[in-house]
Structures are given as structure tokens and as C-alpha cells.
């Protein structure tokens, strides 16, 4: 019997790509390649804001995977785009404005369109990676019978849309990251248990770096807290940065702020802020490994992989209050604390910072539930199913996990 064949869909694709659901992709891709042929789907832009050609269309491989880019002819008008969200979001029945929204934000490649139409037959499983995007708004719906959607899905403006139920209601199979989101797609979309599964990221083994290196080649000579991603209010990086700010006006001699990642938010030069723009994983991991403390400021997450790799480190989190998903990982883990608003964030990282010796066993905490509950093996073996039980046809028995 041949080895099956899945095609996995996603807006962009690349190591040097630094969005969650797009690193969600690659790990799937990476995952799936050793016992399935796998084939990514994806746009040749590398800005998520206008979609831009950027990559040549075509086949390449990264990492052992193929992948086939498409042209996005007609990239996004970020300002036109901005002024039509709010009248969507203001009126999220009305499907016929959900669809210029939708168009409006992107990516829409007829081309990936059409291979999808014409050659996703030639494919045994369809994967959908996050739910938000014309990618698979548009590109789910032409495959449905053999689709896996995986949505990354949170409690956001979009997700009340109209335009998403169709969606939801047609995937075969919905693998989410946490109970959280499982949850609110149950009471959101209505999804049952019969095709749902909670699979989550593996985590490898944290690499061996030095815990000192990254604070001494940036000139960091107090205790500093590290965060992780894109610099985008949607992350909640404004949001950190003023409280950090109140943090340090409470306390002058507090810990300093490390934001790891590049975006187009414009930050205020504060003398203990550091912005390192992108760096390789290396590097990122040499900033976790030293912080004294890893914020999570984000309040909408279907999983952190930030979290995980805190974790990985033995670092305490400090994780934004206003997601279920950062609260219900930071207590099933025993990994890390929240804050609702700034005042909490000065206690709570104060309390961290001044008790080195808590916030290490706190780490500890998150690194056992790293090792318990994120091993590939045991990551894997859910997500295999999953993909197995659309490979197998629609006589095959409800998913599990």
C-alpha cells in the first residue's frame, strides 16, 4: 500500500517566519514527514500585514519537506483593511460583509485555490492550519471530505463572525491545542467530541546553552525579563511595556524588559528596554535560559509555545490573565503566575525577582509538566490518529484524545 499523502495549508511558511500558527505548521510538517508524504501549501509573502510577494513561486524543500508556494496577485491594503474590521466586527451576521472582510484581509492565491480544486483528490488528508485566513476560508470548503482543521482558535472579534461557521461546520476533523480552545469551539461553533481532538505541541529537550551569554553580549547587568514574538498590540506588547514601565517607576532598580522578536509597533526608547529585532533560535533560547522571568502577554493564545519553552528552561512565566489558555497551562503545569492588570504584573514580578529561589522551583514545576505531558512520543501518537482517522475514509471510527 502506498504511503499516504497530506497536503498541509497555511498563510506562510518558513523558518524565519515567527507566527505561532506558522511555527505550529512546521512542526506538524516536521512531525508527519517520517511516516506520511507531506507536501505544505502555502504564499510566496513573508508579511502577514500585506502579503507581499516575497519567496519565487514553486517547489522548494525545507527540512526534508516539500513545499509549494503560490502567488498572492493582489496583496492586502493594510489601511483599507483596518477601517473595514471594525463595521465586520460590529455586525458579525451580516455574511455578506463577512466576505469582504475576509477578501479584504487575505491571502487569497487562486492559484493554491486551483491546485486544491483540480489535484486535492491526489491527496489522502487536507490540513488547515488556523482558522482566520482566506487560505482556508476559501481553500477548505474544496476539500472538505478529506479536511483537517486546526484552527488556533481563541475568544477574538473574528472568531463571532458568521463567515466561520461554515467552516467549522464542514471540517472533518478539529485538532485543537488545549481543553481551553476545545471549549469555546463547542460553545462557539458547536463542535462535537465525535471529531475533536486535543493534541498540543511536542517539545524537545531544551539545548545545553549558557544561562549568562546573552545578558553579557547585550550589556545587561540587572535581572531581566524576556518576551518572545511579534512586537503587535494583538500580542499584547503595548500592553507589557506599560507595565513594565509602572513596574520600574515602583521600583527604579527593578528588573529590565527584553522584547526578542521584530515588528511594526513603535516602542519608546526606555533606557531598560531592549529590543533585539529576529534572532535564531540559538539565541533565543540563550535569552530564555537567563531571564529571570519569561512574560506571556498575549490575551489570545490557543497554545503558548512561549510557555513550553520557558518551561523547557526551568524559567517562571508571567502569562496575561485575560487567556484561559495562558491561565489553564500556568496551573496545570505549576509553571508560572498571571496578572490582570499592571498593578499585578509589578507584584507579581517584584515577588519573582526578589525570590530567585521560588521562581526557580516554580520553573522546575513547568519543566516536569514539559517532560510529562509534551513529548513527541506522546504528542505524536495523538496527532497521528487524528490525521489517520481522515486517511482511513468516512466509515472510520470517532477521533479520540
Not at 316 to 345: C, H, I, K, M
Request: glycine residues 8%.
Amino acid at each position: 500500500m502506498d504511503t499516504p499523502s497530506v497536503a498541509i495549508v497555511v498563510q506562510r511558511y518558513g523558518p524565519e517566519i515567527g507566527g505561532g500558527a506558522e511555527e505550529e505548521a512546521r512542526q506538524v510538517a516536521t512531525l508527519l514527514r517520517d511516516t506520511l508524504r507531506v507536501t505544505v501549501l502555502t504564499t510566496c509573502a513573508r508579511d502577514y500585514r500585506t502579503w507581499q510577494d516575497h519567496y519565487p513561486p514553486g517547489e522548494t524543500t525545507i527540512d526534508g519537506v516539500r513545499v509549494l508556494r503560490f502567488s498572492v496577485p493582489e496583496p492586502r491594503d493594510p489601511a483599507a483593511f483596518d477601517a473595514l474590521s471594525p463595521r465586520a466586527y460590529a455586525d458579525p451576521a451580516n455574511l455578506e460583509l463577512g466576505e469582504r472582510w475576509m477578501r479584504a484581509q487575505g491571502p487569497v492565491a487562486p492559484d493554491l485555490l486551483d491546485h486544491l480544486r483540480t489535484r486535492g483528490g491526489e491527496y489522502d488528508a487536507v490540513l488547515f492550519q488556523t482558522y482566520l485566513y482566506a487560505t482556508t476560508v476559501l481553500g477548505l470548503p474544496l476539500v472538505a471530505d478529506r479536511s483537517i482543521l486546526v484552527p488556533t482558535l481563541h475568544d477574538e472579534p473574528p472568531a463571532r463572525l458568521a463567515i466561520f461557521d461554515a467552516v467549522f461546520d464542514a471540517a472533518r476533523v478539529v485538532v485543537f491545542n488545549t481543553p481551553e480552545e476545545a471549549e469555546f469551539a463547542a460553545e462557539r461553533f458547536g463542535v462535537g467530541r465525535d471529531r475533536s481532538v486535543v493534541a498540543g505541541l511536542g517539545v524537545d529537550p531544551a539545548p545545553s546553552v549558557s544561562a549568562t551569554a546573552f545578558a553579557a553580549e547585550r550589556g545587561l547587568t540587572r535581572p531581566y525579563v524576556v518576551c518572545v514574538g511579534r512586537l503587535d498590540p494583538s500580542k499584547g506588547t503595548d500592553l507589557l511595556v506599560e507595565a513594565h514601565r509602572a513596574y520600574r517607576d515602583r521600583h527604579p532598580d527593578g528588573a529590565d524588559l527584553v522584547l526578542v522578536g521584530r515588528g511594526e509597533l513603535e516602542l519608546p526608547a526606555y533606557p531598560w528596554l531592549t529590543v533585539t529585532g529576529f534572532v535564531d533560535d540559538l539565541e533565543k533560547h540563550r535569552a530564555i535560559a537567563g531571564a529571570a522571568v519569561v512574560a506571556v502577554p498575549s490575551p489570545y493564545e490557543s497554545l503558548s509555545i512561549s510557555q513550553l519553552d520557558a518551561w523547557n528552561h526551568a524559567r517562571p512565566t508571567l502569562a496575561n490573565a485575560a487567556s484561559p489558555v495562558l491561565v489553564g497551562q500556568s496551573r496545570r503545569a505549576g509553571g508560572g503566575l498571571w496578572f490582570a492588570d499592571a498593578d499585578e504584573y509589578a507584584t507579581m514580578l517584584d515577588f519573582l525577582v526578589a525570590n530567585p529561589a521560588l521562581a526557580d522551583a516554580i520553573g522546575r514545576q513547568g519543566r516536569a509538566c514539559v517532560g510529562r505531558d509534551y513529548g513527541w512520543d506522546t504528542v505524536g501518537a495523538i496527532w497521528r490518529d487524528g490525521v489517520n482517522r481522515v486517511v482511513e475514509g468516512p466509515g472510520s471510527p470517532p477521533v479520540s484524545g
